[in-house]
C-alpha cells in the first residue's frame, strides 16, 4: 500500500527534502525539548540528558543524540515512537532507497517534526543505533525549557559513563572488552588498549566537552554530495 512519501520515489531517483517545523506559535518560537537518553541493557547506565530547539526534526535529533553519547555516525539508525493520541508505532529513520520488501518501513526523519510525535511531557521512542551492534536507547521527553540568552544550541547538560566505542560487538562484545582492559595479565589487555585508545575510560564522561555539530550540513554530506 503507498504511503505519503512514496511520491519521494521517482524514475530519477529519490527526492531529497529536509524539513524545519517553520510554523511554530509565538509562544514555542523560544522554547527547548529536554530529552533524556539511556543506553538500554548497559549497567551501570550510561545517560546524557540534552537540550534540542522545538523546530528540530528527527534527523536533527539523532544526529544530537550521536554527538552526546559518543557515537561517529557511521551505521544506520531508527526511532520507534508512537506519541501520545497516536494509533500506531512508527519507524522513523533512513528510508528503504532500493525498496527491498521484506524490511521494515522507515520514513525519513529529515521530513518528521519532533514535536509532531513527541507531543506530551513523557513520550518515549526507542532509538536503535547500528543494526549489527544493535544499541537500543530510550529516548524521553522530560520537558519544555525556554532558551538562556547568549546560549547555542543544542546543549548536554548531564549524563554518566563513556559510551561503548563503535563496532565492538553489542552488549556481549562490550562486556567482554571491559573484562579484558580490567585484566593487565590477560593476554589481549595491551591490544585492547591500543584499540580503544589510551584516553578511553569507561567511568568519564563530561558534559562540557560534548560538541554539537551542524545537522543539516551532516545531512547534505550524506545524502547530496
Known amino acids: 500500500m503507498e504511503n505519503e512519501f512514496e511520491k519521494n520515489f521517482t524514475d530519477n531517483g529519490y527526492i531529497m527534502k529536509y524539513r524545519k517545523l517553520d510554523k511554530l506559535v509565538n509562544h514555542r518560537k523560544n522554547e527547548l525539548l529536554q530529552f533524556k537518553i539511556e543506553l538500554k541493557e548497559i549497567s551501570p547506565m550510561i545517560w546524557r ?72 511531557l513523557g513520550v518515549e521512542a526507542e532509538y536503535i543505533y547500528d543494526y549489527g551492534d544493535s544499541w537500543h536507547h530510550s529516548v524521553k521527553l ?11 544550541y543544542p546543549i548536554c547538560i548531564g549524563g554518566e559513563r563513556a559510551c561503548p566505542p563503535e563496532d565492538c560487538g553489542g552488549e556481549r562484545g562490550y562486556n567482554d572488552m571491559l573484562n579484558i582492559l580490567f585484566d593487565p595479565k590477560n593476554e589481549r589487555h595491551e591490544e585492547m588498549k591500543i584499540w580503544v585508545g589510551e584516553d578511553w575510560d569507561a567511568e568519564v564522561f563530561d558534559s562540557k566537552k560534548v560538541r554539537f555539530t551542524d545537522p543539516y550540513k551532516r545531512w547534505k554530506e550524506g545524502f547530496l554530495s
Open 142 to 152: 522530560e520537558g519544555y525549557i525556554y532558551r538562556e540568552k547568549k546560549t547555542k
Open 49 to 120: 540528558i540534552i537540550q534540542i530547539p522545538s523546530d528540530y526534526n528527527f534527523w536533527d535529533l539523532h544526529v544530537a543524540i550521536q554527538d552526546a553519547m559518543g557515537w561517529f555516525d557511521t551505521h544506520l539508525h531508527r526511532f520507534e515512537i508512537k506519541g501520545k493520541s497516536k494509533h500506531k508505532k512508527v519507524n522513523i529513520g533512513i528510508p528503504d532507497f532500493d525498496r527491498f520488501e521484506d524490511l521494515p518501513e522507515d520514513y525519513p526523519g529529515w521530513e518528521f517534526p519532533v514535536i509532531h510525535h513527541f507531543n506530551d
